[in-house]
């Protein structure tokens, strides 16, 4: 039994040192007029790409989810670069309806100025 708890324990330290991601956590849809093929072909490289670049990484993650996040950011940027597209929230969405700001009609007298006493 205590056995069978060592060889447990050294599995389940082994897993947590772990920090490569095994694939991206992403959605990611095969950009216009690109078929299955492309789009497989592309995934497998940017895959391949974003193992790599974190393999060989100068600066190690701290932790799973930073390993995660950075495989991530590299895998969206390889294949939103060849041409596959990457849904976006809503909430990350820019609204420039909130922006925008219209000027007072050209006939429109000036607000009165306050006199200085």
Sequence with gaps: MLQILIILMSVFLLNACSTMPSGPSVLVLPGIGKNFDQFH???????QLSHAQIATSQ????????????YDISYIQCMYGKGHRIPVPDELMYNSRLEEWFPPPPDMPAPPQAAWK
């Design 41 to 47: 072909n592309d995934d497998l490289a940017c895959r």
């Design 59 to 70: 600066q190690q993650p701290d932790s799973k989810e930073d390993a995660q996040q950075d």
